[in-house]
């Protein structure tokens, strides 16, 4: 039995000795002088990482190095969305080994992550976009992913806010759903992975920047930071929105560009929307979250940006799309809006790889839509790391596909809204 | 939102521009004398700095000329905009 | 009985008329000049809402954008409005509004069971439970969501409309106060424009609410006189009831102007637009954005009555509001004693000011000495008690020495309004946005502007100073300067001048110790909207989660409405204390934009509707497919006739009669949407062999050709035929959907890649009208229309294009066929469109001429297997793939073609476009159908492609379909099988992708 397990009964007890008992969440030690791996990024992606090597490849000495705190980057700046209706094989079978481990992440990290199955509806607005969405829903099928294909009437019973009138611009034609899709507690992903790694002994050591990856005749040998240089065999880097500035210090090009990506919510309302809506062509994607705000994903700007920050007229835009879509939304007000980098890939998948360097690993290029895969990201990382080759399920997104025009093009079915 | 000063037309929001990327990655003469791995680095593989990025950017809704411009990436602050074909201006010590 | 009530004389309200409101389904009354909060106040009410968590009752705290617990519903219907503050609405006749938190009644709360279970629910308790059984966090999340959430969203659409200004200014003044004012004033005179904004309804900031003398006059007839010479200044532009929302990159600037919420709904004329969205680019900034009053910590500090000193002087002197028979004081500075001076002004007892400094001295303390008002130094209050209007008595205690522990008791006050200040915290909200960080200053207990990074500088008490002659000094060296660096040194100013007190010295207390050793269960609240207490920080700490941005993510602060502008540097303070650091160490969370909430209406402006969300394009024979009763497709931006069903026919009927009119007779498009880009140059044909697959080099005048463009990775990007109309000069059209980003690209590639090719494009898509005249007869026709050449196949062969007169009317006629009919595509100036559409229509009536709409054009091309790139391409397709070898030039460099010889893309069992039949020929199936070779019911099924494109032929009277199929060129006769969503698994076997005329007899008719 675990000392700190979190339940009813335990939040009662600490209640009686006004909660002056618990634990922290996590350890804050000092780095080692050296590991049996270094995840370099501690956000959702690096901590499910150290996580899944701690508890099932029985990997001994980990750390989690994190520049900032640890869920800071895109893990906590992102609007949520959680699902597994890609159109390819090969993003369909990782998405759906993430959707499954979500299923059941509470329960295995003992830490609530809100993990909230209210549905995902992507909107067809065009003779084209129902021809993909068929595609798209018949392989999920045939993938065993779930999804339905929507009309506006069923549509409209589901979201009465949305304008699916036939006047519109673009009127709504229909939609695919996935009623297993959904969202989840950004924060609460990076604090219960980062709190069951912990138990297994993995130091999660935060303000620990990485400034350089050291290398001997072709072999990753440790990593140089802010805190003195740490030696480890194997290095995973995890550290989206950096993986050029990563690459670059391990000599690697990457087919990598860094994208400032904006969210917004507004004002918390009662229950008004209970499912996530997405739409690429009228360009816009909204949820309402627990606390009651509409949580609206942006597009991403064109030029490569570091500031976590992005265009206002990218703002305008997809409030637009928002109100069009919604028009009772019109007098609801926007609070505050926030930006992340996000790693774009050529093909908008991302590369979960080994590199030309011996015991250096990559996991980056989620574009915008990596936070659904946190659980089997870290999943299929830690089994390529752990076995120095990668699991089936992440064997295609390697690097050489952009050699061999191996391209996992989910450009049709990811398009920009994730 | 940046202000970008295009070198025909002065001063002009970001919203009359689109960004074409990284400057200076010049087409290879003869394609086919490349290896996979070469052709690939050409056409995929990218600097992505963080810190003085020269970058390519079109007037598409003024004049439709391309030319380069040296951001930072970071603060975004625009250092230089030159013609192409131009050299990048070199860095201030 | 709070005692509360309006004073006789006094304030900023029109008491010659009254205003009759309903608040929570009572009526009450104000008058102009009032805000909801302080009619209310003036009437006695005190409990205006519920707390987020806790569901406790609370009060109005302060006067303005800080108010986080005055949130209410507005409005009825369409026109209702969730989340205002109640502090900044202004009152108008036949106001409704109810408070957004507590069921069934505001007095009488269930949610505020929560604040008796409290103890189980300290800061993140969510994350520690609700987790078994696996399926309930579902029904958990039910409960929660309908208890969280503030008001609710209107159940119509908008009424109302909003639009945006584009403005480009020397200096941008945000704030109208003091500093403000005389900023704007300075930089005017030196003839600079100018935009001052201010968020409230009159210009003047605190002085609005001040007893003192500028220049010898009152600050309200100082102001007045300001704001007067401003109005008269043509380079000035005020902009009251706007607030200075973002501050973005470049010195761009988001201002949001509330033009008629003032006059109530439906009220104003209707030509004027809601709200306004000013997108400014500034080319400098001064920030007069004052400062915003801390709250003390203590016990009980968020009860109903508990509230800013600011904001208690604030509804005494503005509104002229009395809040409360009795009053007290809590302060660590000097600003409390203005409150007891107020509130004694207003006739008020005030039974103590209690002042944390062991020692404070000065002209304040004497003034309310001299009044008679106890002062209470080196005391605290330690715990409120209230009574079901609100708070009643106050604790007083004596502090130890050092000020950290509670020395002696010293009983109750009587109270029923606590003014509290803890010191000011200057808005950094603009400077932060900058991207500018705040530093902390121990001095003045608050984060200050630290270096600007942007053309930006702030003046008053946003940056620090907090007396009115530092002010208003520091107003106008900003204007100044702020002029002078947009080019603007003239003009000249007198600082005015003010005999305004002195502010004295502040002893920072970020918490007031409790009254007893340990923690008692009572809270000391941080942020009143989110409930977040000391205890829940302190537990924050505890639990491991030690950053600023942990610690907000985890209890809330500073997360609601209000997003912190009272809480959060107590909670940073509070955190800092915590770990042991200083508040420089622990720094603040960035400020992002909105500074206040901002409606999505003004964002979006008038870019929404069927108008104005997109542009339409619509060709010139628009109007004629309108009066036949076209159905549209929307493609691209362009409305195209998708089908024209006769006397109530459905699409399948309309469109078979289409395909077969054309077939058999003739039929006519409308294809003038199809991007058109006029190639000039000595180059232009070395132009088009870099960007085309296939050789132009020997394309002779006169003649055109069928091109793929590739993207550098290898795959199809554009399709189309080009004309070369004569040496040096070509003609290229592409898909409908393409054209835009195709005429970029090859703009891209000859500017930065191949500038040494002469070349010159033009984009002249709208220039031209096209329509296709196909099918057997459509010689016939266009030879009875009157064309002044040659129609016969032997001087006017396929793929061949001749200029002259059809109908009178100038023209280009093209011998190409997508329909795969001997067909003419005839382009006229875009003015003769209609007319020659019309000629035609006439001259095609013995004919039994049939309009076809892209249904039609879609099947009659999949007859013949012609591919839609987007439609049969989808990004990820080669012109191998579509076997098309014959279009790749072996002999020269193309873009992309290095590409196609990567091993993946040479790869010869890609997927391939075949045709498919289906076994049975009555059933079309599903575009999009995943096809298998073995249907299967367990999971995954592998997959071998997908149809792309399907139809019933009416020529062929049975469907078609393409596919993309693995290995499909080399599978002919194969049987695949559709195993569609609804389980039905469809038999079809692989073809070839040409249905119909796989000679092209019909579409050469070379001999005719």
């Not at chain 2, 992505?48 to 007037?59: F, I, L, S, V």
């Not at chain 3, 309004?417 to 200057?426: Q, R």
């Not at chain 3, 067909?823 to 006229?828: C, R, T």
């Not at chain 3, 591919?867 to 191998?880: C, E, K």
């Amino acid at each position: 039995m675990k000392k700190n397990r979190y339940s009813i009964f335990s939040l009662a007890r600490n209640a009686v000795s006004y909660h002056r008992d618990w634990r922290a969440a996590w350890r804050s030690p000092d780095p080692a002088p050296s590991y049996d791996v270094i995840v370099v990024g501690g956000g959702g992606h690096g901590l499910a990482t150290a996580y899944y090597l701690a508890a099932q490849h029985k990997v001994g000495r980990i750390a989690v190095l994190e520049k900032g705190w640890i869920g800071g980057g895109n893990t906590g700046r992102n609007t949520t969305i959680v699902r597994s209706n890609y159109l390819w094989d090969e993003s369909a079978h990782l998405y759906e080994k993430s959707l499954q481990l979500w299923e059941g992440l509470s329960q295995e990290l003992n830490f609530n992550v809100m993990f909230s199955q209210r549905g995902v509806m992507n909107l067809g607005h065009s003779l084209q976009d129902m021809r993909d969405i068929y595609r798209r829903s018949n392989a999920n099928r045939l993938n065993g992913i779930d999804s339905e294909i929507l009309n506006p009437a069923q549509i409209k019973a589901m979201v009465p806010a949305m304008n699916v009138s036939a006047n519109a611009r673009y009127p709504v034609l229909g939609a695919s759903f996935q009623e297993r899709g959904g969202v989840a507690r950004h924060d609460a992903v990076a604090w219960g992975f980062a709190r069951a790694a912990d138990e297994h002994g993995v130091d999660i050591i935060q303000n620990c920047e990485v400034t350089g990856i050291c290398r001997e005749n072709g072999a990753v040998t440790g990593v140089e930071t802010n805190r003195g240089t740490i030696k480890a065999s194997k290095v995973a880097v995890v550290a989206a929105g950096h993986s050029s500035v990563l690459g670059d210090m391990a000599g690697l090009r990457m087919p990598i560009e860094s994208h400032p990506l904006q969210a917004l919510v507004s004002e918390p309302l009662k229950p008004v929307l209970d499912t996530v809506v997405m739409s690429n062509a009228v360009h816009g994607y909204v949820s309402q979250s627990d606390k009651g705000e509409l949580v609206i994903g942006a597009g991403i700007d064109a030029y490569i940006g570091y500031g976590q920050r992005g265009s206002f007229s990218i703002i305008e835009g997809n409030v637009a799309a928002i109100v069009e879509l919604f028009p009772i939304f019109s007098r609801v007000r926007m609070l505050r809006q926030w930006g992340g980098i996000v790693d774009v890939c050529p093909d908008a998948c991302p590369i979960i790889s080994k590199t030309s360097l011996k015991g250096l690993y990559f996991n980056c290029g989620w574009g915008t839509g990596g936070f659904k895969a946190t659980p089997g990201s870290g999943w299929v990382f830690a089994h390529t790391v752990a076995h120095d080759e990668p699991h089936a399920l992440n064997a295609a997104f390697n690097m050489e596909r952009f050699t061999t025009g191996a391209l996992i093009d989910e450009h049709g079915a990811a398009g920009v809204a994730h | 939102m940046l202000q970008i000063d295009c070198p025909w037309c002065g001063p002009r929001d970001q919203d009359e521009f689109q960004c074409g990327g990284e400057a200076h990655i010049v087409r290879p003469a003869d394609p086919e004398a490349l290896s996979d791995v070469q052709w690939a680095d050409y056409l995929f593989n990218r600097a992505n700095t963080k810190g003085a990025h020269a970058e390519q950017w079109c007037h598409s809704g003024g004049c439709r000329r391309w030319f380069n411009v040296v951001r930072d990436t970071v603060s975004y602050q625009i250092a230089d905009v030159y013609l192409v074909g131009d050299s990048p201006p070199k860095e201030n010590p | 009985m709070s005692g509360a009530r309006r004073s006789p004389a006094g304030g900023l309200i029109d008491r010659s008329h009254s205003i009759t409101f309903r608040f929570n389904g009572k009526e009450y009354s104000g008058h102009p000049g009032d805000t909801l909060a302080s009619a209310l106040l003036a009437q006695g009410i005190r409990l205006f809402g519920r707390s987020f968590k806790y569901h406790r009752p609370r009060g109005v705290v302060g006067a303005g954008a800080e108010e986080p617990n005055a949130l209410v519903q507005l409005g009825e219907g369409a026109y209702s409005t969730p989340n205002l503050r109640a502090t900044q609405i202004e009152l108008y006749q036949g106001l409704t509004a109810r408070t957004v938190n507590g069921w069934p009644s505001l007095a009488f709360d269930i949610g505020s069971i929560n604040n008796w279970f409290a103890r189980l629910l300290p800061a993140g308790f969510y994350y520690k439970t609700f987790m078994w059984p696996r399926s309930a966090w579902t029904h958990y999340e039910r409960f929660i969501r309908r208890a969280a959430g503030l008001g609710v969203a209107p159940t119509a659409p908008d009424p109302d409309r909003y639009d945006k200004m584009h403005r480009h200014c020397d200096v941008l003044v945000a704030g109208g106060g003091p500093a403000g004012l005389l900023a704007a004033l300075a930089a005017a005179r030196a003839g600079a424009r100018v935009i001052l904004a201010d968020e409230q309804s009159r210009f003047g900031g605190s002085l609005l609410y001040s007893d003192a003398k500028i220049s010898g006059e009152s600050a309200l007839d100082w102001v007045n006189s300001t704001v007067d010479e401003l109005r008269a200044n043509s380079n000035v532009t005020l902009l009251p009831r706007s607030t200075v929302t973002g501050y973005y990159d470049h010195n761009f600037l988001v201002i949001n102007e509330r033009r008629t919420h003032h006059l109530g709904p439906g009220q104003a004329d209707p030509r004027v637009s809601r709200e306004r969205l000013w997108r400014v680019r500034a080319c400098q900034v001064v920030l007069a954005t004052g400062a915003i009053e801390r709250p003390l910590v203590f016990e009980g500090n968020d009860v109903p009555g508990v509230m800013l000193c600011s904001a208690v002087s604030t509804y005494i002197r503005r509104y002229a509001v009395v809040p409360a028979r009795r009053g007290a004081v809590f302060t660590n500075n000097d600003s409390g004693y203005q409150a007891a001076v107020d509130m004694a002004w207003a006739g008020m007892e005030v039974s103590a000011v209690v002042d944390l400094r062991p020692r404070p001295t000065g002209q304040a303390v004497e003034s309310v000495e001299a009044l008679g008002i106890p002062v209470y130094p080196g005391h605290v209050i330690v715990a409120t008690r209230s009574n079901a209007k609100g708070l009643n008595q106050i604790e007083l205690a004596r502090l130890t020495d050092n000020g950290s522990d509670i020395l002696s008791h010293k009983g109750l006050l009587d109270c029923q309004v606590l003014a509290i200040s803890g010191g000011w915290s200057p808005t950094v909200h603009l400077h932060s946005q900058s991207g500018a960080k705040a530093r902390f200053d121990d001095g003045l207990a608050g984060f200050v502007p630290g270096q600007s990074v942007q053309a930006e500088r702030s003046a008053g008490s946003s940056a620090g100073t907090f007396d009115l002659a530092g002010c208003l000094g520091a107003g106008a060296r900003a204007g100044v300067a702020a002029a002078r660096a947009s080019g603007w040194s003239g003009g000249h100013l007198d600082i005015p001048m003010t005999q305004a007190a002195q502010s004295g010295s502040i002893q920072a207390c970020w918490e007031v110790p409790s009254t007893e050793l340990g923690p008692t269960g009572a809270k000391k609240f941080l942020d009143f909207q989110n409930d977040t207490t000391v205890a829940d920080v302190q537990l924050a700490v505890r639990e491991g989660y030690r950053s600023i941005e942990h610690v907000k993510r985890y209890t809330a602060l500073g997360f609601g409405t209000d997003q912190g502008k009272l809480g959060n540097i107590n909670g940073m303070a509070v955190l800092a204390d915590a770990l042991g650091q200083t508040l420089n160490e622990t720094g603040t969370t960035t400020f992002r934009p909105n500074y206040t909430p901002v409606t999505f209406g003004a964002i979006a402006g008038r870019a929404i509707g069927e108008d104005r969300f997109d542009p339409i394009r619509k060709t010139a024979v628009h109007p004629w497919h309108v009066r036949q009763g076209a159905k549209f497709e929307n493609v691209g931006q362009w409305k195209r006739p998708w089908y024209y069903p006769r006397h109530g026919e459905d699409m399948h009927t309309a469109v078979n009669r289409e395909c077969a009119a054309t077939r058999q007779g003739v039929g006519v498009l409308d294809a003038s949407t199809l991007g058109k880009i006029d190639i000039k140059g000595p180059d232009a044909a070395e132009f088009l062999n870099r960007l085309y697959t296939n050789r132009w080099d020997k394309l002779q005048s006169g003649r055109c050709r069928y091109g793929f463009m590739l993207g550098e990775d290898g795959m199809i990007m554009d399709d189309g035929v080009t004309t070369c109309l004569e040496p040096g000069h070509y003609l290229m059209t592409t898909t409908t959907g393409g054209a835009a980003a195709v005429m970029g690209w090859m703009e891209r590639w000859l500017q930065t890649e191949w500038p040494q090719l002469k070349v010159f494009l033009t984009s002249v898509t709208d220039h031209w009208s096209v329509m296709s005249v196909a099918g057997p007869r459509s010689r016939q026709l266009l030879e009875g229309l009157g064309c002044d050449f040659d129609l016969g196949g032997a001087a006017f062969p396929f793929m061949s294009m001749r200029e002259g007169s059809v109908a009178g009317i100038r023209a280009r006629v093209s011998r190409i066929s997508f329909s795969g009919e001997l067909a003419f595509e005839v382009s006229v100036d875009a003015n003769s469109g209609l007319a020659l559409w019309e000629a035609v229509m006439e001259a095609g009536h013995r004919f039994d001429i049939t309009p076809y709409g892209t249904e039609a054009m879609h099947v009659l091309r999949a007859e013949k297997g012609y591919v839609i790139v987007g439609q049969d391409t989808d990004g990820s397709v080669t012109p191998l793939d579509l076997g098309m070898q014959w279009i790749v030039s072996e002999t020269k460099d193309f873009i992309g073609k290095r590409s196609l010889a990567r091993s993946d893309t040479a790869r010869d069992n890609r997927k391939q476009l075949v045709g498919l039949l289906t076994k049975d020929p009555a059933y079309v199936l599903p575009e999009g159908a995943q096809l298998v070779n073995a249907p299967s019911e367990s999971r995954p099924v592998p997959m071998m492609g997908h149809v792309s494109s399907s139809y019933f032929s009416a020529n062929l009277m049975r469907s078609i379909a393409l596919a993309l199929v693995k290995g499909g060129a080399s599978r002919m006769g194969n049987t695949v099988y559709a195993q569609l969503m609804d389980g039905t698994i469809v038999p079809a076997v692989i073809t070839s992708s040409v249905f119909l005329d796989p000679e092209n007899e019909r579409q050469r008719q070379e001999a005719a």
